[in-house]
């Protein structure tokens, strides 16, 4: 146990989000969420709202060297967690800093894509981070639409699996076994482990066409990839064609799909919940798997209380803090 006056420190190295709902914005109420103290690196300053991204501002790199400095001179950074790159030259400062600093638990989220279609990240910016920031990375949190982009792949989608004659159990075998192999490329470019996201791809389950059978329990698929077989890998949470639900503590995490329109921040809120999650993991001598999992349920909870979280026309924020009213 921590004391209030002693926090765990985590850095968040991201872009500003002028909504409020991603970014580093996101992520200081994340980690305040798990008792940790968040410190911010501002690399970028976004003009945006629940509708769109309507500017991109990358800071000078000495106003984010002096942040750097700032920040490592002073406090006692147990984890870090990357969001928004502007710049080439950013990623590969930043991975210096990380390196003088020896910190080990960096949680590497790749926003290359806003929640509204606008791109975060060129092709420059995705081979920086890929070559200066996962070496460096404990962890790193692609959904499959950016897992596409890094892997220069087409998305996966729910075509890819689906046959005439497939039963619900091998069409999530099938899954499973796609996303896997993807994990697996992502793990070669130099992180210690990949936590796919495969939420989007029941959004596509949710709108294909209406020749293809739908599944009328939706879930949400991660995938939790550090290099095991994947004979290895047990489906978590699904339950069989007997009936018998499995639970073995595999690396696949299956949840109920929360349909909510206000999930903006959802990414950010998840990678900086993990890096929270890995510095009490570390001290008290937990997996990584324990990390993503309790951040994960976390998650699930937050969704389920941003139905009403009606901020701007857009999709809303995430309800990271769960307001409320407060009766007077």
């Known amino acids: 146990m921590i004391h209030a006056d002693a926090p765990y420190v985590a850095l968040t190295i991201a872009g500003s989000d002028s909504s409020g709902g991603a970014g580093i914005q996101a992520d200081l109420k994340s980690f305040a969420a798990f008792g940790v103290h968040g410190a911010s690196v501002v690399t970028a300053v976004t003009a945006q709202n629940t509708t769109s991204v309507n500017d991109i501002h990358t800071l000078p790199l000495s106003s984010i060297e002096a942040q750097l400095d700032a920040v490592f001179s002073d406090m006692p950074v147990r984890a870090i967690k990357i969001g928004m790159i502007g710049s080439a030259t950013i990623a590969s400062l930043v ?23 606008a791109a975060l990240g060129d092709e420059l910016v995705r081979s920086a981070i890929v070559e200066h920031l996962f070496p460096l990375a404990h962890i790193i949190t692609p959904n499959l639409h950016e897992a596409a982009l890094l892997l220069d792949e087409a998305p996966l989608s729910f075509e890819d699996f689906y046959s005439a004659d497939v039963t619900k159990r091998i069409l999530f075998e099938k899954v499973i076994a796609g996303f896997e192999a993807q994990a697996q490329k992502l793990l070669a470019l130099g992180p210690r482990s990949v936590l796919l996201k495969g939420g989007h791809f029941y959004d596509l389950v949710s709108n294909a066409e209406s020749d293809v059978p ?14 095991a077989a994947l004979e290895d890998i047990v489906l978590e949470g699904i ?17 109920d799909w929360v349909d909510v329109v206000h ?62 009213k407060i009766d007077l």
Not at 214 to 227: L, M
Not at 239 to 255: A, C, I, L, N, R
């Open 95 to 117: 991975a210096r800093f990380i390196k003088q600093a020896n910190v080990e638990l960096v949680v590497v989220d790749t926003p290359l894509m806003s929640g509204t279609g």
């Open 214 to 227: 739908q599944i009328t329990e939706r879930k949400a698929i991660d995938v939790f990839y550090e290099g």
């Open 263 to 324: 999930h903006h921040g959802t990414g950010c809120a998840l990678a900086s919940a993990i890096a929270a999650n890995l510095i009490y993991g570390k001290d008290a001598g937990k997996s990584d798997k324990w990390a993503v999992e309790s951040a994960r349920n976390w998650l699930q909870e937050c969704l389920k209380v941003s139905h009403a979280m009606s901020v701007g026309k857009g999709a809303g924020p995430l309800n990271i803090a769960n307001l409320r």
């Open 239 to 255: 339950v069989s064609e007997d009936g018998v639900s499995e639970d073995t503590g595999s690396k696949v995490f299956v949840s």
